[in-house]
């Protein structure tokens, strides 16, 4: 049981690879029980454990101080005992007994017989992967995955089994389905099943009541200051600098795309880093105060205007620049039309929107559905109360991104964990060709296509790469050889190798390229690119 290496995930992410799922188990465990200094966040994976950190200062501190640790096994009653009634009547019973030579009883005995572990967690919120104590039932995924796996089913997959929390593709064998709820908001802890947990499948014949699905989680609007959506445009949410710390359950860190725009939308109000904001997409949308506000929007370029009540004859219509707080009075009506640079607006009320948060953040994940749900007209937002002095800022000069002469947006990039996987060559095709940004983007990623000239990036290494933690700004490479760099809503585990990192201080700038914007990536070391801890950017 050993540390065999450890990698720099870009410059705020150290992976471990270990010798086996014992030390990975013992690692966890361990890190766990005592977090390191600067420790973010925990990732275990089948041969694999993934660090985030605050700065790439804790994060070399981090690299040296695991290779240093005696990580003995991990408690064999870590966690907790979870029973799990399963009604044995999946699609791929007859298929699994037929592929391991037993009977369907005898898949039902091996399968209810046995004590599973919960090893790590990922790929949805609420999703655990079990280790059996035997490997009776080792069957392989199907040779093409089902665009839906209802919520529920009890899969086997290789030496794991799981339980689909929620309906999703999956290219797992299923064998039965069970009606007990995996992911609940409302529970102190959402997740039934969690690292390091046992788990016991109970065979039952006996109907079960499906659990109601868990209320969406709003505050009621009772009073108090208010901001009306009349018109969301293509997609406005609600964000703030996300909920790190959860990634063993599936939960991705979501938060703000571009978190310097948010942040210099809630300086220029007054607020702390950390209020919650609207992140609009192209700069399109309209709103009604309901009490007067103090706002400012900052990020893609937009037309500001504000209506003026009818039979308000003093103030008019008028025009307010971006990046500057205004007065937004009772009743008056903001309006946005997009201004043609950058792809994300954020707009900030002194305060801060005050919805209710979910696992201590109010951002909107838009991969797992978890926190507010999209705003749509009619939506009602409260304004938090003001506490302190809440000084209102100074106009400030853009963030947005600036290409070069050519049109050329640059962005820095830290090699690795993955680099081997593509040689010397690989690297070299990903920093000395341009790329272009595709129509299929979103908040999970910027999917990446060739520009003039170019051609898939190339593996040097045959096989597939197990799952493992990955980071916001991985360019992970699928087989297409085109990479994905992923944004704030990317799942926290990865299947496909990650050739480099964008460094945190140019992720806003990547949130802010539209479809069409041509890329180049320049490789920095990571001292090179000043890192360091900052309030207004994801782990």
């Known amino acids: 049981m050993s540390v065999i290496a450890t990698r720099f995930a870009g410059t705020r992410s150290v992976l471990v690879e270990?010798?086996?799922?014992?030390?990975?188990?013992?690692?966890?465990?361990?890190?766990?029980?005592?977090?390191?200094?600067?420790?973010?966040?925990?990732?275990?994976?089948?041969?694999?454990v993934f660090i985030k950190a605050d700065s790439w200062a804790n994060a070399q501190k981090i690299a040296g101080t695991v290779r240093t640790l005696e990580l003995g096994s991990a408690p064999a009653d870590a966690g907790t005992e979870v029973e799990v009634p399963v009604h044995y009547d999946g699609e791929d019973l007859a298929e699994v007994a037929e592929k391991t030579g037993l009977s369907l009883e005898g898949v039902i005995n091996a399968h209810s017989r046995q004590l599973w572990r919960a090893a790590f967690g990922g790929f949805a919120p609420g999703f655990a992967y079990l280790l059996g104590e035997d490997q009776v039932?080792?069957?392989p995924r199907r040779s093409t995955p089902r665009k839906v796996v209802p919520s529920g089913a009890v899969a086997l997959a290789g030496d794991y089994s799981a339980?689909?929390?929620?309906?999703?593709?999956?290219?797992?064998q299923?064998?039965?389905?069970?009606?007990?709820?995996?992911?609940?908001?409302?529970?102190?802890?959402?997740?039934?099943?969690?690292?390091?947990?046992?788990?016991?499948?109970?065979?039952?014949?006996?109907?079960?009541?499906?659990?109601?699905?868990?209320?969406?989680?709003?505050?009621p609007v009772t009073g108090g200051n208010l901001l009306e959506i009349l018109d969301p445009g293509l997609q406005s949410l609600i964000q703030d600098l996300g909920r790190p710390g959860y990634g063993e359950l599936g939960v991705s860190a979501a938060g703000a795309a571009d978190t310097a725009s948010a942040a210099q939308a809630n300086r220029l109000v007054g607020n702390r880093a950390t209020e919650a904001v609207i992140e609009n997409l192209l700069g399109a949308m309209s709103l009604r105060a309901h009490g007067d506000a103090v706002i400012a929007v900052s990020g893609a370029t937009a037309t500001i205007r504000v209506d003026p009540v009818d039979g308000d004859d003093f103030h008019g219509e008028r025009e307010i620049p971006m990046d500057t707080p205004f007065a937004l009075l009772d009743g008056e009506v903001l309006t946005l039309e997009p201004g043609g640079n950058g792809l994300r607006s954020y707009l900030a009320v002194r305060g801060g929107i005050d919805v209710a948060p979910v696992l201590g953040s109010r951002s909107t994940d838009s991969m797992s559905g978890i926190g507010p749900a999209p705003l749509t007209a009619g939506t009602r937002l409260p304004v938090g109360a003001i506490h302190g002095a809440h000084v209102v800022g100074n106009p400030e000069p853009s963030p947005l991104p600036v290409p070069d002469a050519q049109g050329i947006y640059t962005l820095r990039i830290s090699a690795g964990p993955r680099g081997d996987w593509f040689g010397e060559a690989g690297l070299e095709r990903l920093t000395g060709q341009a790329w272009k940004v595709s129509a299929e983007s979103n908040r999970v990623g910027v999917r990446l296509a060739l520009g003039q000239d170019a051609e898939p990036l190339q593996r040097i290494r045959e096989g597939e790469l197990a799952s493992e933690g990955v980071a916001v700004g991985a360019l992970q490479v699928p087989p297409s050889g085109l990479p994905v760099l992923f944004l704030a809503d990317h799942p926290?585990?990865?299947?496909?190798?990650?050739?480099?990192?964008?460094?945190?201080?140019?992720?806003?700038?990547?949130?802010?390229?539209?479809?069409?914007?041509?890329?180049?990536?320049?490789?920095v070391a990571p001292t090179q690119s000043g890192t360091s801890t900052d309030e207004g950017t994801h782990a």
């Open 18 to 48: 270990l010798s086996d799922l014992d030390s990975v188990l013992a690692l966890d465990a361990l890190l766990g029980a005592s977090p390191l200094p600067g420790q973010l966040d925990v990732l275990a994976a089948a041969s694999t």
């Open 137 to 139: 039932l080792n069957v």
């Open 163 to 172: 339980v689909y929390p929620r309906a999703s593709p999956g290219g797992w």
């Open 174 to 219: 299923l064998i039965g389905h069970t009606d007990a709820v995996l992911w609940d908001l409302d529970r102190k802890n959402p997740a039934l099943i969690r690292p390091q947990d046992r788990v016991r499948f109970v065979p039952t014949r006996t109907a079960m009541q499906v659990a109601a699905t868990p209320r969406a989680h709003s505050a």
């Open 492 to 523: 926290v585990t990865g299947g496909y190798p990650v050739i480099a990192g964008v460094i945190a201080e140019d992720l806003p700038a990547a949130a802010q390229l539209p479809p069409g914007a041509t890329i180049r990536f320049e490789y």
